[in-house]
């Protein structure tokens, strides 16, 4: 009987799994396979995971904390650039447990570096465009450079060219990062907004480096169930910080009934968005990565990074709904509390573009009637707003958990298929 032909694997796994050549020095061989992630390891979280995701509560709280002290647009603008910062820094962090092997000692090293030096650069957002800038600057360079040195003492192996280009990049974008924290005002804004897109421009092309060229396909594959399973975690805790913000603002301001329907409404909100998160498109994530591999490990960080920017203004407007309910009209307050809402939906839709590969109409639609209902609700109270925003998420939910689209009931019928096959 002829003897059946395996399939040939994939050059992304052969990467993790291949063996040393015996001509060849088999113990820093052996040691480079050891750092990298194989099939065998599990695609869940470790543990290590989730207690760095522990870290981002101190940066998202700083974060909001900045926008209620000074809500005006160029104050919004400052802290977007701080928040992209804190949140490369994780995406990186996420990448780097995806590609290597998480239980490895240099990783576990990694990761807690990236944790306390993040810390550091946490602390600093309050005063980064003041006498902190070098601090965050630092910091943020810091945790790039050591991952690099960390990564680049991988030897005799096609994966450490990787960890090559990517550090040139970061190199680049490290000197205007660092330049900008010795400089003041305006330059140190302008600075650190090129390096930012640098940062975030660069992966979509590869980390092409001239002369060196870009990574090929099969060096930015990535395990979609475990990003995908990362990326959720990391969109509950800034939504934790929603919860925390309201929390602590209703005990600190006092217990009357009328912030305790502003904390209902601000609770409600919170759980809509958790809710939307999940339903439906989230589920799904890890497929679509899998199938979009390097652009949509890519792609999805960036509509997370979107969602996450629309958690942490919730918690803006969560503070000031429930410090000032029916206070005074600010237009800055809300545009908060309609801003965070706005902000989920577009990073929603676009993430469900990358899962069913059209646009959800019904998302974008809803996203739609709160952007032409702004002029009109930014003449109400913050609470009201609140209101009203949480009356259309919920609308949106029920639609798509009572009627979901032909296109999520055929992933839907794909999926089961797949699991009676499995079993």
Not at 144 to 151: C, D, E, I, Q, Y
């Amino acid at each position: 009987m002829a003897k059946e032909r395996r399939p040939e694997r994939p050059e992304s796994e052969r990467l993790g799994d291949e063996r040393s050549d015996p001509a060849r020095s088999g113990g820093e061989r052996l040691g480079s396979e050891r750092l990298l992630r194989r099939q065998a390891h599990s695609r869940q979280a470790s543990f290590l995971e989730l207690f760095f995701d522990l870290a981002f509560i101190v940066s998202f709280a700083l974060l909001s904390r900045r926008l209620v002290d000074d809500l005006d647009w160029w104050n919004a603008g400052q802290t977007a650039i701080l928040l992209a910062a804190m949140w490369w820094i994780w995406i990186a962090t996420a990448w780097s447990t995806d590609w290597y092997n998480p239980q490895h000692p240099r990783i576990r090293v990694l990761v807690l570096g990236a944790m306390f030096v993040g810390l550091l650069a946490a602390a600093a957002i309050p005063e980064a465009y003041g006498p902190h800038g070098l601090l965050f600057a630092g910091a943020y360079v810091g945790i790039h450079f050591g991952r690099a040195v960390l990564l680049l003492s991988v030897r005799e192996h096609p994966i450490r060219r990787r960890s090559v280009l990517v550090a040139v990049w970061f190199g680049f974008s490290g000197i205007l990062w660092l330049l900008g924290g010795f400089l003041t005002g305006p330059v140190r804004l302008a600075l650190w907004l090129v390096a930012i897109l640098i940062d975030y421009f660069i992966p979509t092309q590869g980390w092409r480096v001239p002369g060196l060229g870009r990574l090929p396909a099969a060096q930015l594959r990535v395990v979609g169930e475990h990003l995908s399973e990362r990326y959720r975690q990391i969109f509950i805790v800034a939504l934790g910080e929603v919860i925390l913000v309201g929390g602590l603002t209703y005990t600190r301001e006092g217990l009357g009934l009328l912030r305790v329907v502003a904390l209902t409404v601000v609770f409600v909100n919170a759980g809509l968005l958790l809710w939307l998160y999940f339903v439906p498109s989230s589920g799904r994530l890890g497929g679509a990565i899998e199938r979009n591999q390097a652009r949509g490990g890519v792609y999805a960080a960036y509509c997370h990074a979107i969602m996450v920017a629309g958690a942490v203004l919730t918690a803006v407007g969560a503070e000031l709904m429930i410090m000032h309910p029916l206070g005074e009209v600010r237009i800055s307050w809300s545009t908060a509390i309609i801003g965070g809402a706005v902000l989920f939906l577009v990073g929603r839709v676009l993430l469900a573009l990358l899962v069913y590969a059209h646009l959800p109409w019904r998302g974008l639609g809803t996203l739609v009637l709160l952007l032409a209902g702004a002029p009109g609700l930014v003449r109400l109270p913050p609470l009201a707003v609140g209101l009203v925003v949480d009356v259309v998420l919920l609308a949106l939910t029920l639609l798509l958990v009572l009627l979901p689209s032909p296109h999520a009931k055929r992933l839907e019928a794909e999926r089961r298929a797949a699991e009676e096959e499995r079993s």
